[in-house]
């Protein structure tokens, strides 16, 4: 098992980075250990209370799977509880409703959260896996997060392929 002085100087500095920051962006290559940074940042954050609730929207794959691996895989992260939100509507209320540290959905079913939560948005911090797919202002993914961005202390967005055709296309991005 992996521990937390297996990780690199660089990832140190961007967990740092990051509770310091509140809102950002790590737009780092793939391999660079994008994930076990996040979780390590949010397992700081919640060991000092600045947050309660964490929300990360992923493709499916990555929401599945890749977030509880990540956290069984490193001593100092083994103690996060992740609860998956994907599937039927019945599963993903039954696992919103699971106490856990992380919530993880797919980017499909942001919209949809958004409207099952309501005014009552529980999450105080949101990491965007593959933050590329929120890259259109105009669509309902978009648009859902950006109305309760304002609700979250939080955000991070993630990817090793920003991918912009120009600066409309990093805008949205950014503006979360």
């Not at 309660?52 to 509880?81: F, G």
């Not at 304002?150 to 991070?156: D, E, I, S, V």
Request: hydrophobic share 40%.
């Amino acid at each position: 098992m992996l521990t937390r002085d297996n990780m690199h100087a660089y990832q140190e500095r961007m967990v740092t980075f990051f509770k310091e920051q509140k809102r950002c962006a790590l737009f780092v290559f793939m391999g660079a250990g994008k994930s076990v940074t996040t979780l390590t940042a949010v397992s700081d954050l919640l060991d000092g209370l600045a947050v309660n609730k964490v929300l990360v929207i992923a493709p499916l794959r990555v929401a599945n799977s890749v977030w509880a691996q990540e956290c069984k895989q490193w001593q100092h992260l083994e103690h996060l509880k992740v609860s998956v939100c994907t599937g039927s509507e019945k599963k993903r209320i039954a696992a919103l409703q699971t106490n856990a540290d992380i919530y993880t959905i797919n980017r499909e079913n942001i919209t949809w959260l958004v409207q099952h939560c309501g005014k009552k948005w529980p999450f105080d911090c949101v990491v965007i896996d593959e933050s590329s797919s929120f890259k259109n202002a105009s669509s309902k993914r978009f648009k859902a997060l950006k109305r309760v961005a304002p609700l979250t202390n939080y955000m991070l967005l993630l990817t090793g392929t920003p991918s912009p055709n120009g600066l409309l296309d990093l805008w949205p991005q950014m503006h979360l």
